[in-house]
């Protein structure tokens, strides 16, 4: 376990390596002077000389490497060339806005998933089955961005149960957060429900076709028991590794839910950063996804070493 | 019983997809207007779908829509794997580097590639070729992976051993003697992939960072619909519900393809 341990930690030390130069180069992909393409033709020369000081443009390219990771190491994400302001101060609020999103669909995806996933796998090939893997099916091809404005329309327009409103915290007015969450939570985990469900179902077929479920059924436990202590048990790991998987596609449909419902999370931040080119915000926010969706990958295979220790190394 | 109605999907699936293709890349066939053309009461019924804010013809501009939906994911699926089969192909035949290689490319295959495409297009400016090349470069690791693991495989057979023992170099005996062998799996992946860039595609235009106005992509349209919810909510809905068909009619499609070449994995009857 501890070599496991080892090993795939670092190869999430590699994978960081990997995404973080990516970003370094990011900025110096821009055609021309980054500074005059963030700031635009009236930029005067002292603004100019601000922002390509913010973003060292005027070290050599080894030193701004070197620097990018030094700063880095020292918790220093950079500062934004629009409002000024240090990326640190905003970014932890809107990466956790993010995570509610995100932790909430999961969670609703598992406990609608499996419970799906497992009735169609029991009635395999009956109308169950049939209705669930077909809408499991039509749940994956609909992208985030429809199912979001159609929920949109039909929330706001044909049935107003949830009027649009300002974001309030959940400190500040709990019920109205409650509310505010429901449509983005509801846009996230449908597809992420098709996923679970499928990969739930897949995996309890297979299972039940080994030898260990026929031993357990001719020592004449209650089939109950086979399906939950036998069946279901082992079909988990690949349902834990599929989440994982999901929580990096959560994480990019965040983009397009927080844009249509005006959450104010990581993403959110990313597209204002966007339109503005704000260069050093949207390097950070790459980076703080990059390490969300390691972590939650190492995560996810740590879990399925802890549930069932022949799993795979790496 | 069973394996027809299966069919049935399949031809179903398969038959839509072809009609929207027709439809969307023969468009000025089907359609008398430009998709700048002024020619309808601004957001009245007047046409097959009626005008949208500007008079423009909805009908129109959801056909070539389409089109440029289309037209990106398939460029970008076809950049992804003629590059990603050849790097993995490489990796699996030389089994040089492939390791380093492999574990990179692992990363972004987990990272979520609508944040990597919205950083490289904030970058390179929002068009469609942008895109287009975005997806197809973020798409390369997803067939790197299969081919470099497919080829490992292949070329322990014994038919891989006979065509070199009969002096078939390198070259040759990846594209005529391995590449056969690992199709399969392959064309699986692009179909899959087929749906995820247009899901891409279009939420990347509905972003603003794809298509440029005045060109319609399906992602632009519905955008533009959310300004109308309640006095023409068909501009939002239609383009919406040919985006799912069509990514709908792919799935279905890869999942007979897949039955049929693994005929193991396939539902239990």
Redesign the interface.
């Given at each position: 376990m501890t070599r496991f341990l080892l090993r795939r930690t670092g190869l999430a030390v590699f994978q960081l390596f990997v995404i973080g130069t990516l970003v370094f180069l990011l900025v110096r992909l821009i055609p021309g002077d980054p500074a005059r393409a963030a700031l635009g033709e009236t930029a005067d020369a002292e603004q100019l000389a601000h922002a390509r000081a913010l973003m060292r443009l005027n070290e050599p390219v080894a030193e701004q490497y070197a620097g990018f990771w030094a700063r880095l190491l020292h918790g220093d994400l950079g500062t934004s060339l629009i409002s000024g302001r240090a990326v640190l101060a905003d970014l932890p609020i809107r990466l956790g806005n993010t995570l509610e999103l995100v932790l909430l669909a999961l969670a609703v995806a598992l406990a609608a998933g499996i419970p799906l996933g497992r009735a169609a796998a029991l009635r395999a090939g009956r109308r169950t089955d049939h209705a669930v893997t077909g809408g499991s099916i039509l749940g994956l091809s609909a992208p985030v961005f429809v199912i979001a404005t159609l929920l949109l329309l039909l929330f706001s327009v044909y049935w107003p149960v949830l009027p649009q409103q300002r974001y309030v915290t959940l400190w500040d007015d709990p019920l109205a957060h409650l509310r505010l969450l429901v449509l983005p939570v509801l846009t996230l985990a449908i597809g992420a429900t098709a996923v679970i469900t499928r990969m739930t179902r897949a995996a309890m077929l297979e299972t039940a076709s080994a030898d260990f479920v026929r031993t357990a059924r001719a020592t004449g436990i209650a089939e109950r028991l086979v399906v939950r202590r036998h069946i279901l048990r082992n079909s988990l790991v690949p349902v834990v590794n599929a989440a994982g998987v999901e929580l990096a596609t959560l994480i990019g449909g965040t983009v397009l839910v927080e844009t249509v419902f005006g959450w104010p999370g990581l993403s959110s931040y990313l597209i204002n950063a966007v339109s503005t080119r704000d260069y050093p915000v949207i390097q950070a926010v790459v980076l703080a996804a990059a390490v969300l969706v390691i972590a939650v990958n190492l995560a996810a295979d740590v879990a399925g070493r802890l549930i069932d220790p022949r799993a795979e190394a790496v | 019983m069973?394996a027809v109605l299966r069919n049935r999907r399949i031809l179903i699936a398969g038959g839509f997809l072809i009609l929207v293709v027709v439809l969307s890349v023969g468009w000025r066939l089907f359609t008398p207007y430009g998709y700048q053309d002024q020619v309808a009461v601004p957001l009245s019924g007047d046409g097959l779908l009626g005008g949208d804010d500007f008079g423009r013809d909805v009908f129109t501009r959801l056909l070539v829509g389409i089109r440029t939906s289309l037209l990106v994911a398939a460029g970008s699926v076809l950049l992804a794997a003629v590059a990603g089969v050849t790097l993995g192909m490489v990796a699996g035949y030389t089994r040089r580097a492939a390791t380093v290689i492999m574990?990179?490319v692992?990363?972004?295959l987990?990272?979520?590639?609508?944040?990597?495409a919205?950083?490289?297009?904030?970058?390179?400016g929002p068009s469609v070729r942008n895109v287009l090349l975005v997806i197809g470069v973020i798409y390369i690791p997803r067939f790197a992976r299969i081919a470099y693991g497919q080829t490992l495989t292949v070329t322990r057979s014994d038919y891989v051993a006979a065509a070199q023992a009969m002096g078939s170099g390198p070259v040759r005996t990846l594209t005529r003697v391995v590449l056969p062998n690992i199709g399969g799996p392959l064309l699986v992946q692009a179909a899959l992939s087929l749906?995820f860039a247009?899901?891409t595609e279009?939420?990347l235009s509905?972003?603003g960072?794809g298509a440029q106005p005045p060109l319609s992509s399906l992602?632009t349209m519905?955008?533009a619909?959310?300004d109308f919810?309640?006095v023409r909510?068909s501009l939002?809905?239609v383009p919406?519900l040919v985006?799912?068909a069509i990514?709908?009619a792919i799935?279905?499609l890869t999942?007979g393809l897949r039955d049929a070449l693994d005929p193991r994995q396939g539902?239990?009857?």
């Open positions: - | 069973r574990r990179a692992d990363v972004l987990s990272f979520p590639a609508i944040i990597l919205i950083a490289v297009v904030a970058v390179l749906s247009i899901q279009t939420g509905f972003l960072l992602g519905v955008a619909g959310r919810l309640e909510p939002l809905v919406a985006v799912v990514v709908l799935h279905v999942d539902s239990p009857s």
